[in-house]
């Protein structure tokens, strides 16, 4: 079946699914059509300025207090919330893993979920929690909404469909997904088993960073970004509802789907966007801009330029620098830098970051290219070059990212990562042309 989506990044989208389900010209008539329940769903409090308040309305066969019954506390043990600092013994450092084996046991997207570093406070909805998933089979009668944060899911292997109560998204790897805080979903594997990253954004919405001196086109551009249409199951039979609140897990029981939104109209509601339609900016003489030029979604904190977390991509692009060390430059940083690699290579590092794989550099921890990459950045014949069937992204926060104890002790983790520096010679002779030997 082919789903069908409304293009355009934060518009005022309306869709039925049964003629003359949506009112029109009001909100909330005495008797909606077709004996729905007019509901509305607010990501912002009602009184935030025009330009970030968000809310959708729902016309639903059943309003979602009847979507919960009484809550139970269940454990879903390898998804932490922050704060989350210290219980595993490694010490700090620069870190790299492979990627996380597949599992073998039935695992669904919920269960399959397991988190890798946390930052901030889900308190305070200040931060975010970096997470990788693995699952090999669907979720069918058990749906979830996150209170704490919205989720950015980057498929890795596999396609992702995610069936949510404002319609359905299929997502492939090189596409991403971003599900709103409080969104009742469930997640089905389009193509046999998936393995993926999530950033659990607890802080403001993300949203399409400002281009400045760029002007109006590149970057992600607001019409490749596409939200459902509504979809809605008639389904009476038992179904669950997980809801993962404050860091602590509860599940309902209820007698039905609560995937049932005929109609809906807002600004509140989840998207999905094509990574390849990012038109990437750079430097066309020398040097090049810093990475931040290449960010995808920001979600800004309360002070100007410093994002609680930015999601940025490393795409295939042309290098045509003259004079110029091409690759990312040795850094160390205020900000927190988790990355992933979804397909191809990394030019800082052509070997141990794979597909799948993670990195993660903290605050203040330096980085930059290995041995192997610095040598031949440094003697390459500098022709244009295109980097092509890659795709790195990071996703970056001003908060440290403390390693959880899973992490920590994840059996794919690089031991010898910090040895990719090693090979790194002195060249500084005193002489003005150094050592090249
Ligand atoms: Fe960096």
Redesign the pocket.
């Known amino acids: 079946m082919a789903y069908s989506y409304m293009p355009g990044f934060g518009n005022d989208f309306e869709t039925e699914t049964l003629a003359g389900s949506l009112p029109q010209g009001r909100n909330s008539p005495q008797r909606p059509a077709y004996g729905l329940y007019a509901e509305q769903l607010s990501g912002s409090p009602f009184t935030a300025p025009r330009g970030t308040n968000e809310r959708s309305w729902l016309y639903r066969i059943r309003p979602s207090v009847r979507h919960t019954a009484r809550f139970e506390a269940i454990a879903i043990e390898d998804w932490k919330s922050a704060p989350n600092p210290g219980d595993h013994q490694l010490a700090l450092g620069q870190l790299r893993w492979d990627p996380v084996p597949m599992p073998n046991a039935e695992t669904d997207f919920l269960s399959g979920i397991r988190t890798m570093t946390t930052a901030g406070d889900v308190y305070t909805q200040t931060g975010m929690a970096a997470h990788v998933y693995v699952a090999n089979t669907d979720m069918v009668d058990d749906h979830v909404f996150n209170a704490d944060g919205e989720l950015l899911v980057v498929p890795q292997e596999g396609g992702v469909r995610f069936v949510t109560e404002m319609g359905v998204i299929e997502t492939m790897p090189g596409e991403i997904c971003v599900l709103p805080r409080g969104l009742v979903f469930k997640v089905e594997l389009i193509d046999g088993p998936v393995r993926g990253y999530i950033c659990e954004n607890y802080g403001a919405k993300f949203t399409l960073p400002d281009r400045g001196p760029i002007g109006a086109n590149c970057l992600a551009n607001p019409r490749d970004f596409k939200t459902p249409v509504a979809w809605f199951e008639e389904k009476e039979t038992p179904c669950r509802l997980i809801v993962k609140w404050c860091g602590n897990f509860h599940v309902t029981e209820i007698d039905h789907s609560p995937i049932d939104v005929v109609a809906w109209h807002g600004n509140y509601a989840p998207y999905k966007y094509d990574l390849s339609t990012f038109s990437p900016v750079g430097a066309i003489l020398f040097d090049h801009p810093d990475?931040s030029i290449f960010t995808v979604l920001t979600a800004p904190s309360g002070e100007e330029g410093t994002a609680n977390v930015d999601f940025v991509i490393f795409p295939p692009r042309w290098l045509v620098a003259e004079d110029t060390f091409r690759p990312?430059w040795y850094?160390r940083?205020i900000m927190s830098?988790f990355m992933g690699l979804i397909r191809g290579q990394y030019d800082a590092k052509e070997e141990g970051f794979v597909p799948g794989g993670i990195s993660l550099?903290n605050m203040m921890l330096a980085?930059g290219p290995d041995a192997f990459g610095f040598e031949k950045a440094s003697r390459a014949d500098l022709e244009p070059v295109k980097l092509d069937h890659t795709m790195a992204f990071m996703f970056e926060t001003r908060f440290p990212q403390m390693l959880t104890r899973y992490a920590a002790e994840l059996e794919t983790r690089q031991d010898n990562y910090i040895d990719c520096w090693a090979g790194l010679k002195k060249r500084f002779n005193g002489t003005p042309d150094g050592d090249w030997s």
């Open positions: 990475p990312p850094h940083n830098e550099h980085h």
